[in-house]
Each structure stands twice: as C-alpha cells, then as structure tokens.
RNA sequence: GUGGAUGUAGCUCAGUGGUAGAGCCCCGGAUUGUGGCUCCGGUGGUCGUGGGUUCGAUCCCCAUCAUCCACCCCA
C-alpha cells in the first residue's frame, strides 16, 4: 500500500457517487446568481505570492503558515490560491472592471491551504464566493446576506444555519479600538494563555473569540467593539439591522465576531450550523472597503462572502437533505446478443440518440451471457431495458422491457423505433 | 504545528504468538434469451510500511506513513 502513489494528503478524489450531489448545489448556485445578476468569473488558482500577502495580512496564520507557496523555473515566487477574494480583487481591477463603475461577480473553485485536516476542513477545498464592488451603502451588504439566505432556503438549510453579525468599523476606528484592547489584554496580562499572548502583537482582535474557559471573565470585561464604531459606521450597521428584520431575516448579534483576514472593515457576518462538529461555519463574509485601494487601485467599496462547498456537501447529507433523483440512471440500457446484433446495436444506439435528443441510452459493452446483460441493464438503474437479440435481429424488431414497473414487455418495429419508444417512455 | 483513536479482501468489520475469516460487492451456475428474492459455487489479502523481541509476529515492542476526531485556524 506505502508504495503505491497516493492522493496528496487532504486533497480529496471526488468520485462518480458523489458528484450528482455536487451539481445539484452547483446548480442551484449558478441560477440563484443569474437570478440576482452577478456574473461569473473564473481566475488562475496560481497567483504571485505578494497578492495574498499585500490582502490577507502578513501576520495572519493563512499566510505565515498554510500557504503553498514554490518558486517558478524563473525564480517567481506563486502561491496556490488559499481563498478568492484577492485574486478576483485583482482581474477585476486588472481588466478595468472596477472603473467608476459597480460589479456584481461570483466565482467558484478550489482553494488550498496547508492545514492539519479533519472533517469539513481539507488542503484543497471548494469555495463559492461571491464579490460586490463599489457599493458603499447598506442595501448591498443586506442583498448578499439574502442572497445567501435564499440558497440555504432552497437547499433546506435555512432551519440548520444561524446568521451572526457584527461591525468592526472603519479601519481608522479599528485601529483605535485595537490599541484601546491591547492596553486592557496588557494590564490582564497574568490572564493570558499562551496562544493569546502571541496574538497580541499578531491579531488581539482574535483573543475576543477565545473558547478557553479560564480566560472568560477577563474577555467579559474587555472594551466592546462595537461600543467604539465610528458613527458612520453604526448608522451603516443600524440601517443593515434594519434591513434584516424587514426581510425577516434572523441574526445574533456576536461582538466577538472576528474574521482572520485583515481586509474587513464594518460588516462582518458569518453562517454557523452546530451539524458539522468543530468545523461549524460554513459561509463567511463581510465588507472590505479598503482592499481595492491596498492592491493598488482606486479606492472602492466592496463587500461578499465566501461558502465551503464541501462543508455545505457534508451538512446536506448530515441532513438527510440529498435529493432522491440525483442518483438517476440511463432511460434506457440497450443490450445485444451475438456478433451481428452487437454491431447492429451500436448504431441503433446513434439512431435513437440523433432522434431524441433527451434520451439518455446506455450500450452494453463486452458480451457475457443474456442473465448478466440484463443484470447489468438493471444496475445501470436504467428504466427500460432495449434487448437486440437475435430474434429481433431476424425481425427487425427491438424488445422493450420495464424494470422497475409492471408493464408488459413491448416489441417495436425498428423501422419507427425512436418514436415508438418515446411515446413507451412518456 | 499539538494531542488522542484507528490501519486485516473493492466496501463494512470479526479474529488468533503457529503466515487468516464473515457479510456486502463482483463472476458463474440452478433458469439454451429475461434482472430484483432464494439456493449453490468461485475470484479476491505480501493482515499500512520498516525494524526489533521470538524457534515462529497479522497479533507483543519501537519507528514511520496514512486516515479520522479534537486543539489551533478557518470555508
């Protein structure tokens, strides 16, 4: 087994079983954005390294530590993209998109991120994301977060998805906040565990989210974010709020609610399901004001979210939420006996695909004897079973047999086979 | 990166210090051309890998790799 080559670790096959499921939700992804009128984009999954460090955030654990980063023949320095954000940021100033002039994008596809794995959380994983770009106001923030309702509504998730939110300012009031609680981690200090003393240089916003117990009380004293917003930045999260409950929209308000990229300011929100175990968030997102001006370009308000397909995947099966008819067969399986009729077969085959576009017909391949044809025809999961012996060669006929309903077996003439058997079939 | 659990047939798993079994799957037969149920038979494993203890290791010990779960982080 050791010796054998083997997939990369964490990055997964995705196998015949399983991809129904997957286009069913990529289905449903692709109508839900042309029904709000985003557009899709499709960028490299190699970017220069610089990009994710200029967006992402030196300090942040994705780029110190969970980057696949390699040098190119000529020394270039690229990175396996670890999320969407940046490098649509980029396309789309890069190609003049952004140019006094608002986008709706929506991207779909793997991203990589070298982390310890375990369920829901894999090196390459599917992402689908979702960017707005310059839209300042509320009504923005609030349609994507709809956006993103009506998906789980659609899928049956919205009873199994909670909605948290919160504000983290502008960047200036950020900053302040952020120097007001170090000064309260500094004095508390004693308090501290290890992983939160290093954050503290790194990203104390993140001590906020701590799960340890021992350190409970201290954050409870801490100074509240949002009781430091900037005005603007209240009024936007109010008349958000606002917006919400007009929807009829469910939200917690969570003040501790961080996101790890440095790029967010203000409206930050995230989808959290308690189905899935450790890995509970499964659809995260918030504005990012200043990103576009950070790589470069003019400044320009954006907000959008990310999903994690595969956590999304793992929840509709965790929920028994995997529709029945995504494991559909062929309608048809056609079988032959003998040489000539094998031969025969397969251009029947053709006649009846070039008829009826629809039709979906499977060909028996690789002879064996008429029991185990039709046994293959009925695991094929096939509706009707087309049988080409050599009777119906001598005839001209094909023999029509349901598997799964009690109807009698039809012969039809092949002169007129294909509309013979699209009326059979409907 | 840290901790814990687990690696035996394609899958799900039993099992024993004397080199292995079940169920499902697959193939064939009972039924010269009619599946699903039943019965009978068959294919299939260097017992994750390397080393150690032992007369002998799939079993005991060590290492390593992989998977899973949790921490961390995040989608």
């Known amino acids: 087994m050791s010796k054998k080559i083997q997939a990369i670790r964490g990055m997964n096959d995705l196998l ?3 991809s129904p499921l997957w286009q069913y ?62 490098a649509c940021v980029r396309a789309a100033m890069e190609h003049g998109l952004l140019h006094n002039q608002t986008q709706r994008l929506w991207y779909q596809g793997p991203m990589f991120r070298h982390e310890r794995p375990q369920k829901g959380r894999y090196r390459q994983f599917h992402q689908v994301g979702v960017e707005a770009f310059g839209m300042e106001g509320p009504d923005i923030d609030a349609e994507v977060i709809l956006l993103s309702a009506r998906l789980w509504k659609q899928l049956g998730l919205y009873e199994h998805v909670t909605l948290e939110l919160n504000s983290l300012g502008s960047l200036e009031a950020r900053q302040a906040y952020r120097d007001k609680l170090v000064a309260y981690f500094e004095q508390h200090r004693d308090v501290l565990d290890e992983d939160s003393q290093r954050r503290l240089s790194s990203n104390p916003l993140r001590i906020l989210d701590s799960k340890n117990p021992d350190m409970a009380e201290m954050l409870a004293g801490a100074p509240q974010l949002l009781d ?97 008819d995504s494991q559909r067969g062929p309608d ?90 699209s009326a059979l079939l409907n």
Not at 62 to 77: C, L, P, Q
């Open 16 to 18: 015949p079983e399983q």
């Open 25 to 86: 939700f990529e289905h449903q992804v692709e109508t839900l954005m042309q029904r709000y009128g985003y557009r899709e984009i499709r960028t490299p999954i190699l970017e220069q390294t610089a990009l994710f460090a200029r967006s992402i955030g030196e300090v942040t654990d994705i780029v110190e530590k969970e980057m696949y980063t390699f040098e190119d023949r000529n020394g270039d320095s690229l990175t396996l993209r670890p999320e969407g954000t940046a």
């Open 228 to 324: 430091h917003l900037d005005t603007e930045s209240r009024v936007h999260f109010e008349q958000l709020t606002a917006r919400l409950d007009a929807a009829g929209i469910e939200y917690r308000i969570n003040p501790r609610l961080v996101r790890g990229l440095d790029y967010y300011s203000r409206t930050v929100f995230e989808w959290t399901t308690t189905a899935l175990g450790s890995q509970g968030t499964v659809c995260a997102g918030g504005r990012y004001d200043g990103l576009v001006e950070q790589l470069g370009g003019k400044p320009a308000p954006a907000v959008g979210f990310a999903m994690g397909i595969e956590r999304l995947i793992l929840l509709l099966e965790t929920l028994d939420l995997v529709p029945a």
């Open 332 to 421: 048809a399986y056609l079988l032959a006996m003998g040489e000539r009729a094998e031969r025969e077969a397969l251009l029947l085959g053709e006649t009846l695909r070039d008829a009826l576009p629809t039709l979906s017909l499977q060909l028996h391949c690789g002879g064996g004897g008429f029991k185990s044809q039709i046994k293959k025809a009925d695991k094929s999961g096939a509706r009707v079973a087309l049988i080409l012996g050599e009777d119906e060669v001598e005839q001209g006929t094909v023999g029509v047999k349901f598997l799964r309903e009690e109807r009698e077996q039809a012969s039809l003439s092949r002169d007129d086979v294909a509309e013979a058997l």
